[in-house]
């Protein structure tokens, strides 16, 4: 099998413009263009790009991925490394999205006991220039 770009982006579940993207940025070589022709990629490019987009769904940036991806497998150390510190930024981002939670339920709290027909207290509250505190 010829394995051209639209055969690619098909086998590797991506469109084709995800592919010129990974390129652009360094993260797959773009093959030599033939003289007449279709470029054509090697075998493990679907691999590659697959190991992207799952890396990208375990929560890694694409910088990231490029730094796992200029690893090999002589360096776990580094690459646990790399996985504990996203994990910390995860924890870190839960943190701030329950903090967030509290201030939200709070200002539906407020709405729900403010019976006025006149106006709305959460937009009220979401209209004022001071910070809103949980």
């Known amino acids: ?12 579940e991506v469109t084709i413009e ?12 773009e093959p030599e ?24 769904q375990a929560g890694f940036t694409l ?3 490029a730094e796992l991806l200029s690893l090999d497998g002589t360096h776990c150390a580094k690459v646990r490394k790399i996985a504990e510190q996203k994990c910390q930024q ?13 201030v939200l339920d709070n200002l539906v709290k407020g709405c729900q ?10 937009i009220e509250i979401l209209s004022k220039d001071s910070d809103i505190k949980s």
């Open 63 to 65: 910088k990231e991925i």
């Open 18 to 29: 995800t592919i010129r993207y990974y390129q652009k940025i360094g993260l797959l070589i």
């Open 90 to 102: 995860i924890d870190a981002q839960i943190k701030d999205l329950i903090a967030l939670r509290h």
């Open 33 to 56: 263009k033939p003289c007449s022709g279709y470029r054509h990629y090697p075998p493990n490019a679907i691999a590659r790009v697959r190991f992207i987009k799952r890396a990208q």
């Open 113 to 122: 006991s403010d019976s006025s027909k006149e106006y709305c207290s959460l």
């Open 1 to 12: 099998m010829k394995l051209t770009i639209g055969n690619l982006a098909k086998h590797a």
